[in-house]
């Protein structure tokens, strides 16, 4: 991807403060304090007043505006240090989802405190094992002026942190229909909601929440009231092609590390990287994470150009992803031999994550399949 002048600086500058600030060894230590907090919030305050929280906020809002593309740079530099923040949840699905559908009140409200890192927001959407989003099957019943929220909701990123919540909720239709979801904006703190932390395999931050009767007013409906999969599409698709960038990022670094290892490794006699069988290996990663990045950059700016093929891109872009960090990851674990599965190493962690992001709305297989329907097989 050509960048330009603004968008290259941008890079440079996540590069040099996150490889000074939030290197590796610093999710390494928040793994080992054992805070269920999943990452620093001064590191994050620092990033906010770089105005990395407001990167995709409008600029009569107090943010950025640089779009997603601009974001999908500091996710790429995010993914190559496994940077621990909320970066994804709140500058970038919540932000892109008040951004697009909020209504004056809300956007008034929310976007400023966004942009200055002061409020923190989740997406609350699953509720099973695996991304299904069409299976919401927790209801909203009509109360008095508003509405009122049972069920519960999994995985939620930084959603133990988070101040505000913004949940999907069946309004009306079944589970596994499109239509009758509605998102509203709850407060975290409201009465009927109970949060648990769960840390992820990655170190990274989560939660379990369960709504008993919480009572929410009609003015918190996000978008319209049972037309909700429009902006749940939206906010999900702009998190799906930023965690591509992330995962394009953390891959090149795996392989980095891998061919770094393979130079100093020696085998009777002959370095690891000498051997053609290696070789072949790091030239196929090589062009396959090439493609991931394309891809994921392809996605994004279709996203931001609001492109009627931007979901398909997306879609392509979070699959190829997937598949890619993944790959990469264990061919870094495995030619670092034994080593490699000790926690002395970094590879570990890139490993970790790239399970955790891949599953994270969606993994290969559920994009696949929704290509393959996209395409009408």
């Known amino acids: 991807m050509i960048l330009s002048d603004d968008q290259q600086m941008l890079r440079e500058a996540a590069a040099g403060f996150l490889s000074e600030k939030a290197p590796v060894s610093a999710l390494r230590a928040l793994r080992d304090k054992g805070e269920d907090k999943g990452f620093d919030p001064d590191l994050w305050q620092e990033m906010a007043q770089m105005g990395w929280a407001g990167i995709i906020v409008p600029e009569d809002a107090g943010g950025a505006e640089f779009g997603l593309v601009g974001g999908g740079l500091i996710a790429m530099e995010m993914g190559r240090h496994l940077t621990a923040s909320p970066f994804f949840s709140t500058a970038i699905v919540a932000a892109s989802g008040v951004s697009a559908f909020g209504n004056d009140a809300q956007k008034s409200d929310l976007l400023p405190a966004i942009a200055a890192g002061e409020l923190l927001m989740a997406l609350a959407v699953d509720e099973g094992r695996k991304h299904a989003p069409a299976k919401t099957a927790m209801v909203a019943h009509r109360s008095g002026n508003g509405f009122s929220l ?123 990287s000498a051997f053609q069988a290696l070789q072949h290996r790091a030239a196929h990663l090589h062009t396959e994470i090439a493609m991931a990045e394309a891809a994921s950059f392809a996605a994004l700016a279709a996203l931001d150009a609001r492109a009627e093929d931007a979901p398909r891109k997306t879609a392509v872009a979070k699959a190829k992803a997937s598949q890619v960090s993944l790959l990469a990851a264990q061919e870094g674990l495995q030619m670092h031999g034994g080593m490699g599965m000790t926690d002395a ?13 891949g599953e994270l709305f969606g993994d290969a297989s559920f994009h696949g399949e929704a290509l393959a329907r996209d395409l009408g097989f």
């Open 150 to 272: 049972s069920g519960a909701k999994t995985f939620v990123v930084d959603g133990a942190q988070a101040d505000k919540l913004i949940v999907a909720a069946r309004t009306g239709g079944d589970a596994g229909e499109q239509n009758g979801i509605t998102l509203f904006i709850v407060d975290a703190n409201a009465k009927g909601v109970s949060r648990t932390a769960k840390a992820m395999v990655d170190s990274r931050a989560s939660a379990e929440i369960h709504f008993d009767a919480v009572d929410v007013e009609a003015d918190a409906v996000l978008g319209r009231v049972d037309a909700g999969w429009e902006p749940l599409s939206h906010m999900l698709n702009a998190g799906r092609a930023i965690l591509s960038a992330e995962m394009s990022g953390s891959a090149a670094t795996a392989f980095a590390m891998a061919l770094d290892y393979l130079a100093q490794r020696k085998q009777f006699g002959t370095n690891l």
């Open 345 to 357: 190493f970094d590879i570990g962690f890139y490993l970790k994550r790239a399970k955790v992001a």
